[in-house]
Every structure is written in C-alpha cells, then in structure tokens.
C-alpha cells in the first residue's frame, strides 16, 4: 500500500452548537504523484467536513487536512459516544482506501420554551389558563412550575406542579386563577400574576434560569350591570299595565257585561234552569212510572217551557209568542235509561204545540256513565244525529240555519244499550242513562194565551 494515513486519537467533547476540530496525516510511501480524497462516514457524517477536500503529495511526502465537527443545536443529536469513520480514497488506485475509526462525545444540552394559552382571562367565578412547556434539548429534563400574583386577592394552582418531558417533546399543565372574595356587581377587577417555569438539575449541573411568563385575570361581576335598569323597567312596564287594566280596559269590560245582560237573556236562562229532567218513563226497576208518582214535573215555566206528558215523554208547553208574531226561546231536556240487550228505548224529547214552528239551533247529549251503544235523534222527516257511546261523554251541537219541526211535530231519543258504562269510585249501575237537551226557538202566527 503506497498510502497511509493516521487520525488524532486525543479526547475530543463537543457541545451541540460547538465546533471541534482533528488533525489528519497522510503519507505517500509510493514512487508516483499520488491524490486523496476524504470521505466521512458514520453517524457524523451530517455535521462533518474535511479541509482541504483531497491533498496531491509527491513520493515520500507527507500531508494534512482538518476533520471539523459542528454537531446542531437540536434534539436529534443524541449525547454521548458518537462513532465517526474517515475514508482516505486515492484516485489512482481505489483499492488502497484507507478507514480510520473513532469516536467524539457529543454534550447534553438543555433549551426550554413555554406560552401561556390564553395570557389573558376573563369570568365571574374563575380563570384558566393552559401553560405549554416545550423541551428542545437532546436529554430528558424535569420542570418545576410554580405561579404567584401580584396581590393577595387570588389564588392560583397549577395542576400538575412538575412535569418530566422527553427530549424534543412538550407537556401541558393547567392553571386554574379564583378570586378571594366574590364581586356581586360593580367594575371588574384584574388580577395579575406570574408563572415560572425551572429546569430541575442534577448534582454538580449549574442552575438554568426559569423561564417567567405573565398572565392576568379578570374578575367580572356576577350580576350583570344591565340587571337594575331592567329590574326598573319590569316595574315601570307592570305598573303602567295595572294602570292601564284600572283606566281603560276593566270599565270597557264591565260596560260590556252591563249591556250583553238584556231582558231576553235573562228570560232564556230562567226557562233552562227550571226545566227538570225526566226519567224517560221507567223507574230504578225498568217498570215504566204510573201516571201519579212517575209524572215528570214541568220542564220550565212561563213561556216557550217543556213539560213531561203521563207517559214519560216530553212535551211542549203552550207559549206565547212576542208581539207580531216574533220568535221566543225555547228549550226541553229528557232522559233515557235502557237495559243490556233487547230493543231499543224511545222516548219523545220535544212536541211542539199545534200552530206553532220550533226552530232547533242547540242539541246536547250527555253519556256521564261511559256507556257503549247508540243514540239516535230523529224528527219526522228523519234522523238528525246517529252516535256511538262509547264516542263521547259529553257533545254538542249548534246550527247556524235552524232546523225546522213543524205544528204536532216531535223530536225523539232512541237509546239502544250494549255494555253498561262504569263510573269511577262510584256503584256500578244496571242500565244505560243518556240525557238529551234541546234548545231553540218557537214561532207562532198569532198570540197564544198563557
């Protein structure tokens, strides 16, 4: 071999960031002009280079180069013991590559970063802040945090107090501010405070300097400052409404009540309130009521009224009629009672007096008990009403054009039973009981005596 070459084996430590720098001799032992070049090889390769690049030397001369080593502040760089190889290549005679081997110690080396997220806070019961802490130092580190105020009016606490963060990682912490005493209401008050963050080092290490960041809270009222003035609003606004009910709409009411209550409304309800109820002809026993003790008594006095004939049905009371002819209210009510099965019971709701005209506008139909069956209601012209029980408690039923009965019509009820309803928390009854009401209107041609 006509090339030799030799690298300082002397200790070399270099920090990340740093320089160092090894000697290199070649020598050339042949009998031409021989040229070599340098190549480094290994893990410091990337941050390595050799000045000059290649060296020409004469037979028996002997030349030197530089190997420099600029290890990157990063946490990539791993410290400790780093292999580092060295090919000299002649040019004329590749076979004869010279490796030289060693190795370097890379330095640890510890760089911390920190933010506050957000800097700054705001709320009535409480602030919080994130504290992100980054390690971008080759070598695992320990932080201390640690936070204080500016006063005595807070008080903060960091969760969790120290963290371990592996090189080239970062960890977060929670900072959590609340404010000494409560703020019912009034301006906001700002709490500042201060978050340091300090590497923890071993024995013999130096000290690093904390890394200080600046944060503040503000502490907001609790109740709003828009709260009195719509608190006085509300007021103003009822107390403008209740003078409004006493001033303008409770007289309007009254006056209206005063003026819808007419002789003739008055007349009407007397005749609906004195109508009595009638059995339908048949007692608690399904006998029909013998023309003493089951005669239905009159279904309303004076004018336009109903009574019950002797044999349970309910018939029209003579009226008289308003001067010229005009039409009087009128009105009739009926009950009906069927037992299970068998046909069905009918009973006459309504005659109207000979020479007359009843006008229907108002039917109402009554299943208090529940039962199931059907009720019919009919005319001489045919049926008005087809109902199923079970469909209803309580119905009614208005006409805007009359229905017209003419002079010895009726109106009748045909109840038919299926199942006997059952009352809640009450006896259980043995029939069916529908009750009907008819209102309307009589009209007569002439005056009828009372």
Known sequence: MSVSAN?????????????ADLAVQVLNSGTTVEECRFEVVGPCADWATVEPASLSLYPGATGSA???????????VLPGETPLGLRVVPTTDGAETVI???SVTVGPFTEITSELVPPGSSGAWRGRHKLAVDSRGNTPVTIALSARGA????????????VEIPPGQAKFAVLSVRPAKRLWRGSPITH???????????????????????GSYEQQAILPRWLPRALVVTVLLAAALVGLWYSVLRPTVRSAAREAVTPQVVESAARQGNAAPNDGGKNGQGQEASGGGGQASSAGSGSGGASASPDGNATAAPGRSAPGGAAVPSSARVQVQD?????????TAYKVPDGSTFELTDIVVQNPQG??????????????????????????????TPIEVQSGGRITIDVSCREVGKPVKAPAPSKCSESLFLGGKISTKAAVGG
């Not at 690298?7 to 320089?19: A, I, K, M």
């Not at 530089?66 to 990539?76: D, F, G, N, W």
């Not at 005595?152 to 120290?162: N, Q, V």
């Open 7 to 19: 690298l300082d084996e002397s200790s070399v430590t270099v920090e990340p960031g740093g320089v």
């Open 66 to 76: 530089t190997v420099t080593l600029r290890p990157p502040r990063t946490s990539q």
């Open 100 to 102: 030289l081997e060693r």
């Open 151 to 162: 006063t005595e009016r807070s008080r903060l606490a960091l969760d969790p107090p120290e």
């Open 192 to 214: 500042p405070f201060q978050v340091a963050v300090t590497p923890l080092v071993q024995e013999g290490q130096d000290p690093y300097q904390p890394v200080v960041l600046d």
């Open 339 to 347: 037992a299970v099965g068998g046909s069905a019971t009918r009973r």
């Open 371 to 400: 039962d199931a069956g059907t009720l019919v209601i009919s005319t001489d012209d045919g049926q008005l009403l087809n109902l199923a029980l079970e469909n209803f408690r309580d119905s009614d039923y208005h006409f805007v």
